[in-house]
């Protein structure tokens, strides 16, 4: 095995592998090294211990982020129950903060983004024990300027933080039978990833490399919000689900020379080129939905014809209509929305292609593997020396760059989970929960759909919705997730 799995081991990692049986770093959790803390959650006080950067493999690249953050409630050391959990019982939630496939610090509990208490602190309130892990990502360099984190390396140390956990179950309140991982945009999308993968052997070289605990890393549960995935299809679900809006409206971010982050959005019209790429990405779509044979739920086949019009269209339209229909029982006005047709409370109809208008393009083609190779994903397929690289052969062929490469077919793979829901020597979680909002054009809603009907398709319990004029962002119904979390787990 270590022979074979060399020959597909990222070249950074070659020195690691050597060296795993003795690793500079024990997987064994350290019970006494902590430090309590107390937080207020809706005026009531909660104690816990935190575990704060427990490098969770023997042999990491980056101490960095390589790291995970345990917190476990106090009352589990005094024999105490918080609801239905206990000690033994307690779920494990798993929240990432990645973004941008960027390097990940692990997270810890506190205020969320708009204010009140994030998914972290919420989650210890209810009897939950929360591990956040790190990851490496696609910036991510040693001191020689080797890049150590270009795809699988965020998947990978994801999975090695799951196994540290099953590792340490017995002497870590929690039950590592019960993990439930939770992210957002690229977080989301390696949540889905690593609920769809568990336990498949392709990544067993990568894992073994960095000294990740013998142990099985499949996860009870995954949360997605708008997961940034199945990436190498992600181009022409984008174009197919823009074409014709020519017009986009593009966040930039960068860095002014005081190391500032600067966003600004940039206005902007497709040019006759760009639109003859969007043209030839959109018509390789329908091949590819039909390829996957979907289903609906009354078993009617989700297809699309040569235009691109057909049963799959009409299910992401009538997922926007749900999605209305509920806005407006909640009291949402949707009077200025023309494109909506609306008759004694009911949504009636939507014209999806004004929805389309309404929701905007936001990048140009091709989306996620430009042809400049300018974009973050082009990032994330590089390898230890070269920093870009494409992973269409559709981008290779048309590639601006002259001396452009492809990613490998291995590493491709492996950041898809489209390749392994259900598949030999699998196990993929059983329980899922997707959110895709209706105002977010940072990839195509199709993506989340495919997602969400394969799992069905194949048997897992999916829980999947659009929320209404919700933009590219996530944990912003943490009532709801954790109705759901308690569901399963109660
Ligand atoms: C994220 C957003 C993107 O538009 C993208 O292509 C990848 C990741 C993010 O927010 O994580």
Redesign the pocket.
């Known amino acids: 095995l270590l022979v074979s799995s060399m020959l597909i081991m990222p070249l950074n990692s070659i020195s690691a592998a050597s060296d795993t049986t003795s690793g500079q770093y024990s997987l064994d959790f350290s019970t006494a090294s902590y430090t309590q803390k107390t937080m207020t959650v809706n005026g009531q006080s909660i104690t816990f211990r935190a575990y704060e950067n427990v490098v969770y493999v023997s042999n990491p690249v980056d101490t960095k982020y390589e790291i995970m953050n345990i917190y476990v409630p106090e009352q589990y050391y005094e024999g105490g129950t918080i609801g239905s959990y206990s000690a033994d019982t307690a779920p494990i939630f798993f929240p990432n903060s990645?973004?941008?496939?960027m390097p990940a610090e692990p997270g810890s509990p506190g205020q969320g983004m708009g204010g009140g208490n994030n998914a972290a602190l919420l989650a210890l309130s209810k009897g939950y024990v929360v591990a956040s892990p790190g990851a490496r990502g696609r910036t991510t360099q040693d001191e020689s300027g080797t890049y150590t984190g270009k795809a699988p390396a965020a998947i990978v140390d994801l999975k090695a933080a799951v196994r540290y956990l099953r590792h340490n179950d017995k002497i870590m309140p929690g039950d590592a039978e019960k993990i439930i991982s939770n992210g957002?945009?690229?977080?989301g999308a390696l949540s889905a990833l690593l609920g769809a993968s568990g336990n498949n052997p392709d990544y067993e070289p990568y894992l073994q490399a960095i000294g990740a605990a013998d142990e099985r890393d499949d996860i009870f549960a995954v949360s997605a919000y708008t997961p940034?995935t199945n990436l190498d299809n992600a181009n022409a679900a984008y174009e197919w689900e823009f074409s014709g809006i020519n017009d986009y409206s593009k966040l930039e971010i960068s860095t002014d020379t005081d190391y500032h982050i600067q966003r600004k959005t940039v206005k902007g019209t497709l040019t006759a080129d760009q639109i003859q790429v969007s043209n030839e990405l959109s018509a390789m779509f329908p091949a590819y939905v039909n390829s996957l044979n979907l289903k609906n739920a009354n078993g009617n086949a989700l297809t699309l014809d040569e235009n691109g019009e057909g049963t799959f269209r009409d299910y992401l339209k009538s997922l926007v209509i749900s999605s209305a229909q509920k806005a407006l029982d909640s009291g949402t006005d949707l009077s200025d929305k023309s494109w909506i047709t609306i008759s004694n409370g009911k949504v009636t109809d939507i014209n999806y292609d004004q929805y389309v208008q309404y929701l905007g393009r936001m990048?140009t083609p091709g989306?996620?593997d430009a042809l400049d190779l300018s974009?973050?994903?082009n990032q994330l397929f590089g390898t230890a020396t070269t920093d870009t690289q494409h992973f269409t052969e559709y981008a290779q062929a048309h590639s601006t760059v002259a001396d452009s490469t492809m990613a490998d077919a291995t590493t491709i793979k492996l950041m898809n989970p489209m390749n392994y829901i259900g598949t030999e020597s699998t196990d993929t979680s059983k329980n899922w929960r997707i959110r895709f909002g209706t105002k977010d054009s940072?990839?195509a809603n199709a993506i989340s759909a495919i997602l969400a009907t394969t799992l069905k398709n194949k048997g897992y319990a999916v829980d999947f919705a659009l929320p209404w004029d919700v933009p590219?962002s996530g944990d912003y119904d943490l009532q709801e997730l954790f109705t759901w979390m308690a569901d399963l787990t109660g």
């Open positions: 990645i973004g941008g496939y957002t945009s690229a977080g940034i990048k989306a996620f974009a973050g994903e940072d990839t590219h």
